[in-house]
């Protein structure tokens, strides 16, 4: 089933209901028992929505709910009682209609999937970089929601590569000569197994997260059909829980102030 994000919902909302984008408080608005059809396939589509997109403080997530089943019963008694009790605005909501507040408390949900590990890359300063990492980071996780195994283990490892290769070069030139004799220039050719075996000389992660990585690391470029065939390996759920695993003991080693 294709997933149904935020935005889409509010653009459908906007079509169905175009009083929803200007309707200033105050300015009364019901809906009667001719809207029941729209508001059943309003309600329909924001219950695909994942739950981890409806993203909001605590407040408005209350008054989402509040409003959402405002609705809800509406369409109820609707379909019980006919065209007796109109949709309007709930009491201690300045008159705005119930689909208006839910459609902008839609508005403010993302459409890509959030999580700790995304929140916590602040500690790097690459805007592009870190903004590159949480894509990757994202699209891992949205994969694995919707099971789809090889690219949540492929997008997974990818984000650990691009991790690493950020924290060597952070290092200063004359320690990576002096531990490991390499040179910047051949930083990018690096393999995610290269990248691995730098972090522990250097001590960049610990153990435990060396032997995670170490697991994903030789599903990392299944990515190629022909690599997949010749070894024999196929991602699966388990591929992408070790995977995601594996980066989030990543993130928590490099934010480190220790590291």
């Known amino acids: 089933m294709p997933q149904v994000v935020p935005s889409q919902v509010v653009q459908i909302i906007n079509t169905l209901f175009p009083f929803t984008e200007t309707q200033k408080e105050g300015q009364s608005i019901c809906l009667d028992y001719a809207n029941a059809e729209p508001l059943c396939g309003i309600l329909y589509l924001i219950d695909q929505i994942p739950s981890e997109l409806i993203h909001l403080k605590d407040s408005e997530y209350i008054d989402f709910k509040i409003n959402l089943e405002a609705i809800r019963s509406a369409v109820k008694s609707f379909e019980q009682r006919g065209n007796v009790n109109p949709l309007k605005s709930l009491k201690g909501y300045k008159h705005l209609n119930p689909v208006t507040i839910v459609r902008r408390s839609l508005e403010k949900c993302p459409d890509e999937f959030s999580s700790k590990v995304i929140d916590e890359l602040l500690f790097i300063s690459d805007i592009r970089l870190r903004d590159s990492i949480r894509i990757d980071i994202s699209a891992a996780e949205q994969a694995f929601r919707n099971g789809i195994w090889k690219a949540s283990t492929v997008l997974a490892g990818s984000a650990i590569e691009a991790l690493l290769l950020w924290k060597l070069k952070q290092e200063k030139p004359e320690n990576l000569n002096k531990e490991l004799e390499i040179k910047a220039r051949v930083f990018d050719e690096m393999t995610l197994n290269s990248l691995i075996e730098i972090s522990k000389t250097m ?42 695993a594996a980066l989030e003991h990543v993130v928590n080693d490099l934010k480190s102030p220790t590291k």
């Open 203 to 244: 001590k960049f992660i610990e153990q435990e997260t060396i032997t995670l990585v170490s697991l994903t690391k030789d599903f990392r470029n299944l990515i190629h059909p022909g690599r997949a065939i010749r070894l024999n390996k196929i991602c699966n759920r388990g591929t992408a829980y070790a995977a995601l």
